[in-house]
């Protein structure tokens, strides 16, 4: 069964804090997302990325950074929180769009507060 | 620009009754669409997704969805909704670099 894994389900920081938000993927896939959903706004990208080290800006990429060393592993990193973070971060991977199928599979998601 | 609409934020409906949510998408070329379902605080599942070919595509939990070019649209439908259909519903198309761009979601409550 495909997998994606999130490091935490539920995460409360303060203000100011630096947050690491960690996804891995057993499913080999080269394409990995970071996401924020807020209600009434829907998914939203904040970044993704097609490979190891390399990553690419999404529609909301302020405020946060990513790490990808390794294949299965996508990290997201909010360099100091803030309220305005307080979100749910969901991450995604999928194939890469050459490969056909381009559905993505989603983590459970990590319902972060920032106080 | 590639964009999706989902009209409707929310949505009643009895249990066994049938169910229609509409997708519109902004795409210029030949769209690979998708429905997911979303849970309480859980993340999104795939129930289905068109490529090409029969534009009535069969999904899980008993979904279809048809894509329709002329509209631009790719509406789910289920004909006797249960009370564990009770969720968010996202549909989605892919973008050329590889993202799925959402529509903001339309969240459905089942009567009993």
């Known amino acids: 069964d495909v997998k994606v894994t999130q490091s935490s389900r539920y995460l409360v920081k303060r203000t100011g804090e630096k947050v690491f938000l960690e996804c891995v993927q057993d499913?080999?896939?080269?394409?990995m997302f970071w996401y924020r959903q807020d209600p009434g706004l829907g998914l939203r990208l904040i970044y993704f990325?097609?490979?190891?080290?390399?990553?690419e800006k999404g529609d909301i990429p302020e405020g946060y950074s990513v790490s990808r060393e390794k294949k299965e592993r996508f990290s997201l990193i909010l360099e100091s929180a803030s309220t305005n973070q307080t979100s749910m971060y969901l991450c995604?991977?999928?194939?890469?769009?050459?490969?056909?199928?381009?559905?993505?599979?989603f983590g459970p998601g990590t319902r972060l507060t920032v106080t | 620009a590639q964009s999706v609409t989902q009209p409707d934020i929310h949505i009643t409906v009895s249990e066994g009754a049938s169910l229609e949510l509409r997708c519109n998408y902004s795409y210029g070329a030949t769209p690979y669409l998708f429905w997911y379902v979303q849970s309480p605080g859980q993340g999104l599942q795939l129930l289905l997704k068109?490529?090409?070919?029969?534009?009535l595509v069969q999904g899980i939990k008993g979904f279809e969805a048809e894509f329709k070019r002329s509209q631009s649209s790719f509406n789910l439908r289920k004909p006797s909704v249960h009370w564990s259909d009770a969720a968010e519903y996202f549909c989605a198309v892919a973008s050329r670099q590889g993202n799925l761009i959402f529509g903001k979601g339309t969240k459905l409550s089942v009567k009993p």
């Open positions: 068109y490529f090409s070919g029969d534009t």
């Open positions: 990325s097609y490979d190891v080290k390399m990553k």
């Open positions: 995604a991977s999928s194939k890469p769009p050459g490969q056909g199928a381009r559905e993505q599979y």
């Open positions: 499913m080999d896939h080269e394409n």
